[in-house]
């Protein structure tokens, strides 16, 4: 008699379980989420965290600068620190967009390319959205501008500031953050360039532009101006850098004496 043959036996996927200090992280970045722990509060000391949850305190350690890294708490020390809730910022985002960007070598064309895609849709959702405030705040952005068109580090600081009090014109956290970290990382290539006077008047009117047709409520004028303003501006930085997609996050830097305008 022919014995059975044995039948197949599945393999089973391994399973990968959660370290303890993960599982802290969580549950405290949920609980301060959900406004459990609120902005500023302050955790136990890591010795009491550990007696209290029973845990080691190199686990607790590690749970704490997970939830440092995501910007959910600050660590300070002394006899009278400690960790203490934060809120999360853009400066967190834009660190670790900045790392990985690096990384992947992310070229200063593709960041352009994103503002163009990003910024006149803040424009158009600024239209419909800006409150009084929001006008005040662009309008001071281009009375500094103007006050400064001989400055180039004041200039480009308040360039910068305009775009980014555009998006927060808008009132939509997500397109604000991306325009953030975009302003920061574009800021990066431009702080140190040189550009012309007249040129500088050319941003000034762009800008307003920007501004006029928020004020107007014409959203499609609004987007249109960002569009235009955005690629009067890459032009600008080709004379500089010539080839956008060779310039990247990764570790270039600006030209000394670095000039826009064709010099």
Same mark, same amino acid.
């Given at each position: 008699?022919?014995?059975?043959?044995?039948?197949?036996?599945?393999?089973?996927?391994?399973? %990968?379980?959660?370290?303890?200090?993960?599982?802290?992280?969580?549950?405290?970045?949920?609980?301060?989420?959900? =406004?459990?722990?609120?902005? =500023?509060?302050?955790?136990?000391?890591?010795?009491?965290?550990?007696?209290?949850?029973?845990?080691?305190?190199?686990?607790?350690?590690?749970?704490? %600068?997970?939830?440092?890294?995501? =910007?959910?708490?600050?660590?300070?020390?002394?006899?009278?620190?400690?960790? %203490?809730?934060?809120?999360?910022?853009?400066?967190?985002?834009?660190?670790?967009?900045?790392?990985?960007?690096?990384?992947?070598?992310?070229?200063?064309?593709?960041?352009?390319?994103?503002?163009?895609?990003? *910024?006149?849709?803040?424009? %158009?959702?600024?239209?419909?959205?800006?409150?009084?405030?929001?006008?005040?705040?662009?309008?001071?952005?281009?009375?500094?501008?103007?006050?400064?068109?001989?400055?180039?580090?004041?200039?480009?600081?308040?360039?910068?500031?305009?775009?980014?009090?555009?998006?927060?014109?808008?009132?939509?956290?997500?397109?604000?953050?991306?325009?953030?970290?975009?302003?920061?990382?574009?800021?990066?290539?431009?702080?140190?360039?040189?550009?012309?006077? *007249?040129?500088?008047?050319?941003?000034?009117? *762009?800008?307003?532009?920007?501004?006029?047709?928020?004020?107007?409520?014409?959203?499609?004028?609004?987007?249109?101006?960002?569009?235009?303003?955005?690629?009067?501006?890459?032009?600008?930085?080709?004379?500089?850098?010539?080839?956008?997609?060779?310039?990247?996050?990764? =570790?270039?830097?600006?030209p000394t004496n670095g000039k826009m305008g064709g010099e």
């Amino acid at each position: 008699m022919i014995a059975d043959k044995a039948e197949p036996r599945l393999r089973l996927n391994t399973m %990968r379980l959660p370290k303890a200090a993960e599982v802290l992280a969580s549950q405290i970045k949920a609980e301060i989420i959900s =406004g459990k722990y609120p902005e =500023g509060a302050m955790l136990p000391p890591e010795t009491e965290m550990a007696t209290q949850l029973n845990l080691s305190r190199p686990t607790v350690r590690e749970a704490l %600068r997970l939830l440092e890294s995501e =910007g959910l708490v600050s660590i300070r020390p002394g006899p009278r620190g400690g960790p %203490r809730v934060e809120r999360p910022s853009s400066n967190t985002v834009t660190r670790s967009l900045t790392t990985l960007f690096q990384y992947e070598r992310v070229s200063l064309a593709a960041l352009l390319e994103a503002r163009r895609a990003i *910024e006149p849709a803040c424009a %158009r959702v600024a239209a419909a959205r800006a409150q009084d405030q929001d006008i005040s705040a662009l309008k001071d952005s281009i009375k500094r501008m103007r006050g400064n068109l001989t400055d180039d580090g004041q200039f480009w600081t308040e360039n910068a500031n305009f775009h980014v009090a555009l998006a927060e014109a808008g009132s939509n956290p997500v397109l604000n953050t991306l325009m953030i970290s975009l302003r920061e990382l574009i800021y990066g290539f431009t702080a140190g360039l040189h550009i012309e006077p *007249e040129e500088r008047a050319e941003t000034l009117t *762009e800008h307003t532009a920007i501004l006029k047709a928020i004020m107007a409520r014409d959203a499609d004028a609004a987007a249109r101006a960002a569009e235009a303003h955005l690629g009067s501006f890459e032009m600008r930085l080709k004379q500089v850098f010539h080839d956008l997609d060779s310039v990247c996050l990764s =570790g270039t830097t600006i030209p000394t004496n670095g000039k826009m305008g064709g010099e």
